[in-house]
């Protein structure tokens, strides 16, 4: 007997519940935690400094093993916040008692106060608290089945963390996301999640999040009947979980090489894999974990042909799943115990567990929280496009006014008829002129706009051609902090800001024959190697990009001088084909098209603040041509959105 075993395997373990004094960490080695609670009993400390220590004493001490004392002390925290006023704390309070709740099985209690963190946080624009919050929120939706309001608090989360800065933060994130596609069995976005959470824990170093990323990886892969691979990354989650003393993530590694080993007929190995982590959940006081191991036992007994003990392990399973409203456990433990009573010839009861299982499946999986988690989905895709795009076609609504005044003061010079004729006469000369500035500003605005030869080539033919070149190389920067400093900054002073970075960098691409294309928001686009084609395009890019990121340096460092909001910027940088040229009639703008363009923006978004990155093309030419000139650090495979793994290079001056 064999079963998928889609679900189970990684629902309970990939969602991760964070505290508001940061991210959830599991249990590595013995706090000291007398001393947090006479931090909290020393009234001579200050109230935030009590606070704090009562809110870190209780998640230590109780959160895991005693959720009605870890309720209590909620409680005492929030009543003694809000005496205080302390709204930041009031709100943590009630983040510990939804985390409480959600522990004893009480999800729609846990949201119900998670949510009113979410307006306190939001009252006093805490944004990391809020984040904590809404990722709680999402978490305890995705283990009731609600997919998509699970989907809808994790994006958000995961747009204050990138916000924020938290690589850490933003890996949680990215898994707990990657879950929920997981949950609605889109197994290709979550895989995508995944390595993107996998690689960047590996990056900061942070095990447990690696061992997580892990896990769930594995899950991906035994569905896909890549055996080896699964066992190999389930092995490396519970060498990880042991050596930093992670009981949770030791339990679900445990179930999932148990799972996978009932997948391939061993028995034998998944019953000591699935007592151990029985045992483990047992343990930690992991109701959740008990439910799915006690499941999944109750499986390998069914396919050794022991249905009555099957029964027996499969209801203990499914009373754990009901008390703490897990829709997921419930479902295969109603699946087991279907199986189990049809073997037993217990019609009846085999009915009743056919209907429980396939209405509970049906609840997750349907097509209207599909719907929902795509639209969530490409809102957050494409939102930020959507208001670079109006920032764009503003841009050129400016121009094509200029065009008009232009046009309208030729009208104006040859109104007035014959009549008029010796009246004009006398203006004649006076009015040439005037049309002949305006001729010049014309065209040097053209220019701004469009290279030489293809103003020149518009201006003989009314339209240019699109180009096919066969080898440029493009340059995306993108500025962190962006939308921070746009909260901290009036606009006029925040557009100062942005025309003193971009003008430096228009000088820059002049300096070094490099043609820029487009501003995008915050966002700056330039090419090398067209109209025209060179051969030196790549080198030209990269000393460039290097002087953009000793500019922007400079300017943090005058900023952080003045204790003013500075910028700091990513730069991806890539080489190959395009085709460059104007499109339409009217509105128009130079600009390139092609795979090159979507791979050097992958560079960009892929990198890291205050290095260039490149690809693996534009590093072939570069060492080529430059001799010793720069230094490059090799990155390995890095995960590149709607690429797969790219190999990528910082890039620096000897």
């Keep these: 007997m064999t079963t998928s075993f889609k679900k189970p395997n990684w ?75 302390a709204r930041k704390f009031m709100g943590q309070a009630l983040v510990l008692q939804g985390r409480a709740l959600s522990a004893k099985g009480d999800r729609a209690g846990s949201i119900e106060h998670l949510e009113r963190a979410v307006e306190l946080f939001e ?124 009981r949770e993530m030791e339990h679900s590694s445990l179930h999932n090489l148990g799972a996978l080993y009932i997948e391939t007929h061993d028995f034998a190995r998944a019953m000591d894999m699935l007592e151990q982590a029985l045992a483990v959940a047992k343990a930690v006081d992991n109701q959740n974990g008990e439910a799915y191991s006690l499941t999944s036992i109750g499986e390998v007994y069914l396919a050794l042909g022991d249905a009555s003990k099957a029964v027996s392990s499969a209801s203990q399973g499914l009373a754990l799943a009901r008390a703490t409203q897990d829709i997921s456990a419930q479902q295969e433990a109603a699946k087991i115990l279907y199986k189990a009573q049809k073997a037993l010839g217990n019609g009846r009861e085999a009915l009743a567990m056919h209907e429980l299982w396939t209405s509970l499946r049906d609840s997750v999986v349907n097509d209207e929280n599909k719907q929902e988690i795509m639209s969530q989905r490409f809102q957050y895709d494409y939102e930020k496009k959507e208001a670079l795009l109006q920032a764009e076609q503003e841009k050129k609504d400016a121009i094509a006014a200029e065009e008009l005044r232009r046009k309208n003061l030729q009208r104006n010079a040859f109104i007035g008829g014959f009549g008029l004729m010796v009246l004009l006469a006398g203006v004649f000369f006076t009015q040439r002129n005037r049309i002949s500035k305006e001729k010049k500003r014309s065209e040097e605005l053209l220019l701004n706009i469009l290279p030489a030869e293809v ?16 080898q440029v190389t493009v340059l995306f920067t993108d500025f962190k902090g962006f939308t921070a400093m746009s909260e901290q900054l009036s606009p006029k002073e925040l557009v100062r800001d942005i025309h003193e970075c971009f003008s430096a960098f228009d000088h820059i691409m002049a300096k070094h024959g490099i043609e820029k294309i487009k501003t995008i928001g915050d966002a700056y686009m330039a090419a090398g190697g067209l109209p025209t084609p060179n051969t030196t395009h790549a080198l030209d890019v990269v000393k460039a990009a290097l002087e953009i990121r000793d500019f922007i340096a400079q300017g943090k460092a005058q900023k952080v001088a003045a204790g003013l909001p500075y910028f700091e910027i990513r730069i991806g940088i890539h080489t190959g084909p395009v085709v460059a040229g104007i499109v339409g009639v009217k509105k128009f703008a130079y600009d390139i098209w092609g795979d090159t363009v979507n791979t050097a923006s992958r560079m960009e978004s892929s990198g890291e603040v205050g290095q260039v990155n490149i690809s693996e093309a534009t590093f072939a030419l570069v060492r080529e041509q430059a001799g010793n000139l720069f230094h490059f650090t090799a990155r390995g495979k890095v995960q590149a959105k709607g690429k797969g793994e790219m190999e990528m290079y910082f890039v620096d001056r000897h």
């Excluded at 001393?35 to 001579?44: D, E, I, V």
């Excluded at 009252?123 to 984040?131: A, E, G, H, T, V």
């Excluded at 103003?455 to 070149?469: F, M, P, S, T, V």
């Design 11 to 85: 629902i309970m373990f990939v969602a991760v519940l964070l505290a508001c004094t940061g991210a959830a960490v599991p249990a590595r080695a013995q706090h000291n935690i007398d001393s947090l609670w006479g931090a909290w009993k020393n009234t001579a400390l200050p109230d935030t400094q009590r606070l704090k220590a009562l809110n870190q004493y209780t998640g230590k001490r109780f959160l895991h093993s005693d959720p009605d004392s870890a309720m209590h002390y909620g409680e005492v925290m929030f009543a003694f916040a809000e005496a205080k006023g």
């Design 123 to 246: 009252s006093i624009d805490d944004k990391r608290d809020l984040m904590v919050a809404l990722n709680n929120i999402g978490n305890g939706e995705m283990e009731r089945g609600d997919l998509a309001h699970a989907i809808e608090h994790l994006t958000r989360s995961l747009k204050i963390a990138e916000e924020l800065g938290d690589s850490s933060l933003v890996a949680r994130m990215l898994g707990n996301i990657g879950g929920v596609y997981h949950q609605q069995e889109d197994t290709a976005n979550a895989m995508v999640y995944y390595q993107r959470r996998v690689a960047m824990a590996k990056a900061i170093g942070q095990k447990d999040i690696l061992g997580e990323g892990l896990s769930n990886m594995g899950v991906i892969h035994q569905q896909r009947k890549e055996y080896e691979r699964a066992i190999a990354e389930y092995e490396e989650a519970l060498a990880l979980a042991r050596e930093i003393g992670y």
């Design 455 to 470: 103003a020149e080539e518009l201006k003989a033919k009314g339209e240019a051609d699109a180009k096919q070149i066969e």
